[in-house]
Every structure is written in C-alpha cells, then in structure tokens.
C-alpha cells in the first residue's frame, strides 16, 4: 500500500462517517470524509490508488447518482462500495450494473467491509497500472519513424520478415534493422511481450497508418 | 251635642203636658208633645224620641198599651218609656214593668227626680245602643274574620297541595327537592333527600345535611353554598351524594332564594338531579376519543415504520463501526488509547441518539396522556423531526424551518401536539410525491401572529387543494389515500380545538397549500 492510498467516505449521517473513517483507520487506511455528493465532488480529484464508500439514502443527490455521474470522468471514477440502511434490492442490482465492487446493509461486519475496501483498491490500482501502462506504450510507440509503426504492425501480426519485406517493398535485411530498432525503442524484450504491450494499441488502430 | 236629647210627652191633660214641656225645655230637652198614644205612636214611629215620658191614664190607647204597641215594634223597641201615674200603686207599677216601661214616676214628681231619671234613662239608653250597636258590629267582624279564615285556610289548602304537586313533579324527574332558611340551615322537612340518603328527619337540619356528602367535595360545596347564601343567588354546583346503600352518586345542585317584597331573603329552594349517567356518559366520550387519537398515532408510526427502522440502524451501524475500530486498535503493537477512547465516546452518544428515538416514538405510541404542561411549539417540531427526519430523506424532502426567536409557550398535551404535527408533515411530504425532485420543499415556520396566538404553518409545494378536497378534509372518514383511514385530519382539528386554537387549510399564491396550527399563547409577553 503507497501512502497516497485514500478510501473516500460518502455519507450523510455524522455518526456513520465517522465510525467508517475510524474502523479505516484501524485498518491503516488513510481516510476522507463527504457529507453529501455534492461536497465530494468540489473537492479535488485523488492522487494514488483510491476507492468509495458511498451511502444510497442522501439528501440532494443520492449514491447511485453520484455513481453515474462519476463513471464517464477518468480522473474521478473509482471503484464504488455502497452500504445502505435498507435492503433495497433494485436499487443494489442498479449499483452492482453499474460496476460496484459490493453492497453492503448497515449494521456491516467490520470483516466485511475491510474485504471490500481491499478488493477496491486492489482493482484501482491494477486499473492505474493498466493505465500507466498504457500511456507508457503510447508515448513509445510515439517514437517510433512512420516505417518503424509499419514494421511494428506486422510483426505483431504474426509475419514473417520476408513477407514484411515485400509487402513494404524493402529488403529483408532492411526489415530487420526496424525491427531490433523498435523493440530497442518500444523496450520489448521478447516478441511475445511486444505482442502484449502493443497489441492491443494496434488492434484498435493506434501508432500506424492502415 | 245641642240638645241633651228629644223627649216626647204624651198625656191627654194639655196644663200637665205643658208644666212638662216647659221643665224638659228648661232642662235642654228636645220636647215633642202628644195628646194621646195614638199620636205618640206615629210619632214616635216616624220621629223617633230618645225618650217617651207618657201618662198612664188616658182616653183610648192607654200608657200601658202605648208602651206595649212601642215595644211591640222594632223600629221603637229600644226607646225607653217612663210611665207617669197620678197613683203611686205597686200594682201599676208592676203592670208598667210587665209592658216594657223602664221606670215610673208619680205624681206631683219633683222636677229634678224627674230630670234625673229622665237624663239617666236617656243615658242608659243610650248606652245600650252602643252596646247593641258594638254587638253588631263585633259580630260582622267576626263574621268577615270567619270568612276570611275560611279563605285563608283553602288558600292554605290548596297551596299545600301545589307545594305537593310540584314537589311530586320534581321528583318525577329524579330530582331531589330542599328548602333552607335564609342562612342557608335546613329547618323544614326535606323528605326526598331523607329517602335518598338514609339520613333521618333529624339528622338532615341544620347543616347536618351536609354529612351525605363525599368528603372529598364537603369543603368546597360548603364554600359554593355559603357564597351563594352571601351573594343571595347564583347556586350551581356538582357534588357526590351517599347513596342510603352507602354508594356515591353524582349530583347537580341548585338553588335560588325566595325574595320578600322588601328584597329580603325569605328562604331558600333548590333541586338536586342526579347526573352520574351523563357523567359516565362523558367519560365514556372522552376516552373514546382518545382511544381513537391513539389508534390514529398507532397507524401513523406504522406508516413510518420503514424510516424509523432507518432512523435507529444509523447510529447502530456506527456503534459496531466503532467497537469493532476500538479492537483493531487495541491488537496493534503500540495500541492509539486516544483513537480507543474517542471511539467509545462516540459509541456513547450514538446509543443515545438511538435512545432519544426510541423514547420518542414510546412516548408517542403510549395510552395515557392526561397531562397538560407549557410547551415550546418549537421544540414540540424538534421532538417529531427525531421521527421523521428519516422519512424526509427517504422521500427527498427537504425540511426548511424558520422558528420566530422570543417564543411563548402554550399550554396543552405534548402528545396530542406531537400527533398533530407528525400528520400535517406526513400529509406535506405525501402531497409532494411526484413532485420533481428539486422542488420537494417542506417549509414549517412558527412565530406568534401578535393577537396572541403561536402559529404553527407548514407549507408544501405540491398540487394544492382541489375545492371539493378542501370543504372535506377536515371530515371524518374523507380520503384521497387508497390505505388512508381518512381520521387524521379530524383527529388534528379536535385536538387543536380542545386546546382552545385551530386547524385550517388554505392554497398558496403560487404552488401547493400550507396548513396552519393556531394555539393561544401563555405568559406574558416577552
């Protein structure tokens, strides 16, 4: 756990925040506190890996909501536990479609909630690392010359050198500079890691021209 | 008197009968003079003498006979007759007696004898006239005494008799009759209360009467009694009355008093209905009636149900949040006593807020509720607002107070203002359902309107009042809820009555309606 891991608590019962922000600091969370969405949403977007516990019933605007406000905004969405003082079944099967890591009724097992928090913040932070990751790729494959994308398209492909080398009209030897020059570039190790990294960039038609 | 009186003289010798004229004159006599008896007889009749001086010898109707025919005749019965005789015989004068005559004289008589017998006759004559006349008199007064005893007694009588009667139609109706003298002490009979209370005619006098009574009310009847005996009138009042098998009953007394011409009190009259029915009949009413407030308060807590439910897992979930803290704390290495100890501190307060729940909502739902207290309307809100504010989230109402600072209080039934106040918010939230989101505002403002009255008024921002909705809300039985017993509202209104204030509805200028709470204010002002 980085130290700018946080667990946000949005709640409007005074009580409830703050026994959460205590039983997550007993825990070793660092915790922060929202009296309503609205509040929550003036305040800044986080810095590290982080996740939500988030009241149903508000006044103003309510959990699932805030939920949907949160999801189309990157640098806001994150991974969503709901506890509620009712058992209320479509409003639980709403937030659960909605990606929520779980929904928990008030009075919750401290057990229970603690799984949760673990389990949001593990998936926040493997989407951060994706998403690093991502952006890593991207920034190589920005890099790379417009024959050097050429080259690296077709070899994730699956081609080999010589069909590359007379698809793009060039000798084999040619082919196999660009080549070493982009895994050399794009930090691969392997062919198989290239595949990995850039696959899926290319696939979705990024870093070349078709 | 001028004369001394009129004699008439009557012989057949004209010297004799003048020497008698001119003595009787000289006397200060009336004199009249007759030759024989048949003109003293008319004579007398038509005039008649205070004394006839006659002579017994005479020609035709003789003295003896003329006084014979005078007392013969009513209208010359009492004139007294001396009878003058030349012959001083006893027999004529026994004769003389045995006609009527009063006395004799003989003659030759001494004037001053015959003046002197003259002037005594006239006077005893006289003298028996008044008495006759008195005996007369004496027996027609008597007469009209007898008479107006006679009437006096059927006066009596049939007084008596109405007395009876009324007292008989009094009773009739179950009412107890009395009377008391002037100071308010029973002196006569008072058989109809006797009967009732076993008391004996003894017993009952004077303020013996008052041994019938509850204890617990002696005291102040007595106090009433003796004001109104002081004030002379304006007797009213109820008190328990033994029963002669020893049960109390409930009764109304009253009384006037009877006015002599002079405008004093004469003596008192007064009924006593017995009046335990009604009163039980009230009771019955009244506990009715709270009975169905108190089903109707049921009813609406179990419409809450849901947000209570809410209202006590808040500060439960938080409770267990924070126990649960305090171990992961205390298992550290170094254990945070400071995070452990404000963690119970916490828990302590969130079992008391559940508590204040809980308690309201017991106070709320229970039976009795007898007691009246100065209130703070103000805080009367806060008191419902522990219930509802739950509810008020659930259904995304937004609850806007504005409570006037310098508040007076009034006085009344907490509960029962509660009850109010949770149906008017209940209603307020309800009207508001559909309402988009934003809009749902619940504005409850209490301040005093300056003509004494705290005015409770809570206004919603929903639809409003139809016109045929708004003659009938205040119905009993009227609803527009498919599960609504259509009491609230009714329930409301009395309790606001029988505080001595109202409940009224009205739509507001521009969207929704606004009910209004008005309850006299106590104290003075601030």
Not at chain 1, 22 to 37: D, K, N, Q, V
Not at chain 2, 372 to 401: F, G, R, Y
Request: hydrophobic share 40%; aromatic share 4%; charged share 25%.
């Amino acid at each position: 756990m980085s130290a700018c891991e946080t667990v946000y608590v949005v709640d409007d019962d005074p009580s409830v925040r703050r026994s959460l922000a205590r039983l997550l600091r007993s825990a070793g969370h660092r915790a922060e506190t929202f009296a309503s969405a609205r509040e929550f949403l003036d305040g800044p977007a986080p810095g590290g890996p982080s996740c939500l516990i988030l009241d149903i019933c508000m006044p103003g605007m309510n959990g699932i909501e805030l939920q949907e406000t949160l999801r189309p905004i990157d640098t806001r969405a994150m991974p969503i536990v709901f506890v509620t003082g009712h058992g209320d079944v479509p409003k639980s099967v709403r937030a659960m479609k909605n990606g929520a890591v779980d929904f928990l009724t008030k009075p919750f097992d401290d057990h229970e909630l603690l799984r949760a928090v673990d389990a949001a913040l593990r998936r926040d932070r493997e989407l951060r690392r994706l998403r690093a990751a991502q952006s890593e790729t991207r920034a190589r494959m920005g890099t790379l010359t417009p024959r050097e994308a050429e080259v690296l398209r077709l070899v994730v492909a699956g081609l080999p050198n010589k069909i590359i080398a007379s698809q793009l009209g060039i000798v084999e030897k040619t082919v196999k500079v660009h080549r070493g020059r982009v895994m050399h570039k794009m930090q691969a190790g392997s062919l198989a890691e290239l595949v990995r990294m850039a696959g899926g960039e290319v696939a979705h038609g990024l870093g070349g021209q078709q | 008197m001028s004369t001394k009186g009129a004699v008439l003289a009557v012989d057949d010798d004209a010297v004799s009968l003048s020497a008698l004229k001119g003595t009787l004159t000289a006397a200060g006599y009336e004199v009249a003079l007759a030759a024989n008896g048949e003109s003293a007889l008319s004579s007398c009749v038509t005039a008649p003498p205070d004394l006839v001086l006659s002579d017994i010898r005479m020609p035709g109707m003789d003295g003896y006979e003329l006084c014979r025919r005078l007392k013969g005749r009513p209208e010359t019965r009492h004139i007294p007759v001396i009878l003058i005789s030349a012959v001083a015989e006893a027999q004529e004068w026994a004769e003389g007696l045995r006609t009527g005559a009063v006395d004799f004289i003989s003659k030759p008589f001494q004037a001053d004898e015959l003046l002197a017998r003259i002037g005594t006759h006239i006077d005893l004559s006289r003298a028996h006239a008044e008495i006759v006349r008195q005996a007369a008199a004496l027996g027609k007064a008597n007469e009209e005494l007898r008479c107006e005893l006679d009437e006096r007694i059927q006066a009596e009588e049939s007084a008596r008799r109405a007395v009876t009667r009324l007292r008989a139609v009094v009773e009739l109706t179950g009412q107890l009759t009395w009377t008391t003298n002037a100071q308010g002490e029973v002196v006569e009979d008072i058989p109809a209360w006797c009967e009732f209370t076993g008391q004996d005619r003894g017993h009952a006098l004077g303020w013996g009467w008052t041994r019938a009574l509850h204890p617990d009310d002696l005291d102040r009847t007595l106090r009433a009694w003796r004001q109104a005996v002081r004030n002379r009138g304006g007797y009213e009042t109820e008190y328990r009355l033994r029963r002669k098998d020893g049960a109390y009953r409930d009764f109304l007394a009253r009384g006037m008093p009877v006015l002599r011409a002079d405008g004093t009190v004469a003596e008192w009259i007064g009924t006593c209905i017995d009046i335990t029915e009604r009163k039980r009949a009230e009771e019955l009413i009244h506990r009715q009636r709270d009975d169905l407030a108190h089903v109707a308060r049921v009813g609406v807590i179990s419409e809450l149900a849901v947000s209570l439910a809410h209202e006590i897992s808040q500060p439960l979930a938080a409770i267990l949040s924070n126990a649960q803290a305090a171990l992961r704390f205390l298992k550290a290495g170094t254990p945070d006593l400071d995070e452990v100890r404000s963690a119970l501190a916490d828990i302590v307060s969130d079992d008391q807020r559940a508590g204040a729940v809980i308690k309201e909502l017991r106070a709320f739902v229970k039976k009795d509720e007898s007691r009246w207290e100065p209130l703070n309307m103000a805080e009367v809100i806060e008191e419902v607002h522990v219930i509802t504010q739950s509810d008020a989230v659930i259904k995304n109402v937004a609850v806007d107070k504005d409570f006037a600072t310098a508040l007076r209080c009034v006085r009344g039934n907490r509960t029962q203002l509660q009850q109010v106040i949770l149906n008017l918010f209940m209603n307020g939230c309800e009207a508001m359902e559909g309402i988009e989101l934003a809009r749902r505002v619940l504005r409850i403002s209490v301040f005093e309107d300056g003509s004494g009255m705290v005015v409770v008024e809570i206004a919603d921002r929903g639809r409003g009042l139809p016109d045929n909705v708004k003659q009938k809300i205040f119905d009993p039985l009227f609803t527009t809820k498919p599960q609504g017993l259509g009491m609230g509202l009714p329930i409301a209104r009395t309790i606001a009555e029988s505080h001595g204030g109202t409940l009224t509805a009205h739509n507001n200028s521009d969207r929704g309606a606004t009910f209004r709470l008005a309850l006299p204010a106590h104290g003075d002002r601030v």
